[in-house]
């Protein structure tokens, strides 16, 4: 059990904190909360793995397949697997992000 999300992972100054919670949890899929400073960013990548991103606090650019979403607060967005996509963190933002088959 983990009481609050946000409390796990700090930003600090020009890079990105992450910390995985698979194992905390019980999982196999992974799942990861990361930190995210304004401005910082998480360039092209694509995984096997579809994604979920749930932005938890601050808001972020999701960009999929050159098209672009701003998810704020509370905000969700599915990212299917083998889809190249980035993001970019327009204000300080935490995020979870859950991967499954």
Known sequence: MIDNLLELVKYHDG??????????????NPI???????????????????????????????EIAGEKHILNHQGLISIAANQVHNLY??????LLQIEAE
């Open 15 to 28: 890079q990105i904190a992450s910390r995985s919670l698979t194992k905390k949890l019980g999982m196999n």
């Open 89 to 94: 963190a327009l204000k300080d933002t935490k």
């Open 32 to 62: 990861t909360l990361y930190a995210m400073p304004a401005g910082e960013s998480i360039s092209n990548e694509s995984s096997k793995l579809c994604k979920l991103i749930q932005v938890l606090e601050g808001s972020l650019q999701v």
